[in-house]
């Protein structure tokens, strides 16, 4: 701007003066043939067009983003078309569906002498999409079960259920579009809220759905009442004699060993049941490996108050005269 100043005040004021009319003339020439141009009809341009896509919102819900717009090429006075491109008077075109769940899909061919009745101040020539893409589910309601979530590190080590995980309700009714609730595959997981336990538990836990499913579906119950017993498995150490089962005559062990040692975990509550036990370390000849000719030690017995059981040394080789 400086430099245009600068050039002016060069020049002589008769040749300020001219330049002047000059360009109000150039102005006011464009200023007549745009105005000139835009009072002519039969223009055709792309526009883009706001859609509304309703429906019963009682009966279905959209599980996936609707189409808000679509592009149309119309035809008509430059001022409307002008009027069109910055959005004047734009009006949304409100499209009925009355049961949209049974097509994902609304071919444009189907709206196109509404909308033309919808844009009577210009002319559609074309709209530029085919179909328009959408999913509304059916709301339904379907009961499900409530399961406890003991997915991870819900007891304490050598901790186990002693009881039946209770559950108050056992089921709860969800309502929202179908395919979401068909996501829960029937179940909705209870998270305890704690981890390593170790001791009975029972409280009230509240129901909740993930982000993602909060959003369309609803629960007609906010809490359940979460109860179990928890025992605590005791660590023992035994040294026990080796017995030997159905073994023929000409095979034996390759070791001088006649005891292992056996570490295993008994429920607290059957200790004295345990300390009743006449337990062995049983090698049974009927369990040997046939590939390597070893043979596993395993207890005589095995009632469900013993657990995680092992032996030291845990195998042995056999030889054959």
């Given at each position: ?97 009355e049961e949209p769940s049974r097509q994902p899909y609304l071919l444009t061919s189907d709206i ?210």
């Amino acid at each position: 701007m400086s430099t245009l100043g600068k050039y002016f005040r060069k020049l002589k004021p008769e040749k300020t003066s001219n330049l002047k009319v000059v360009v109000l003339c150039v102005f006011t020439a464009s200023t007549f043939w745009l105005l000139n141009a835009l009072n002519k009809d039969n223009y055709t341009t792309t526009v883009t067009q706001p859609v509304v896509i309703d429906y019963d919102k009682e009966e279905y819900m959209a599980v996936s983003g609707v189409p808000r717009e679509i592009r149309i090429s119309i035809n008509g006075n430059g001022w409307d078309l002008l009027k069109r491109h910055f959005k004047m008077g734009v009006t949304e075109f409100e499209i009925w569906l009355e049961e949209p769940s049974r097509q994902p899909y609304l071919l444009t061919s189907d709206i196109e002498s509404q909308l033309s009745e919808h844009i009577a101040s210009t002319n559609l020539v074309d709209i530029v999409q085919d179909t328009l893409f959408y999913q509304i589910d059916k709301i339904v309601s379907k009961r499900i079960q409530l399961v406890a979530d003991t997915t991870e590190n819900t007891l304490a080590e050598n901790h186990a259920f002693a009881s039946a995980i209770e559950i108050e309700p056992k089921t709860v009714m969800v309502t929202g579009p179908i395919s979401i609730i068909e996501q829960l595959e029937g179940k909705l997981r209870v998270p305890l809220g704690e981890r390593n336990i170790e001791d009975d538990f029972s409280r009230l836990l509240p129901l909740e759905l993930d982000r993602e499913l909060d959003r369309y579906l609803s629960l007609d119950e906010e809490t359940a009442q979460i109860s179990f017993m928890v025992e605590e498995f005791l660590e023992n150490t035994l040294q026990l004699e080796i017995n030997k089962l159905y073994f023929p005559n000409n095979v034996d062990i390759n070791s001088d060993i006649t005891e292992v040692r056996v570490n295993l975990y008994v429920k607290e509550s059957r200790l004295e049941d345990f300390q009743n036990l006449e337990l062995a370390a049983t090698l049974n000849y009927n369990n040997r490996n046939r590939e390597d000719s070893t043979i596993s030690v395993s207890l005589n017995t095995a009632p469900d108050y013993i657990r995680d059981v092992s032996f030291e040394p845990e195998s042995f080789k056999l030889t054959y005269e």
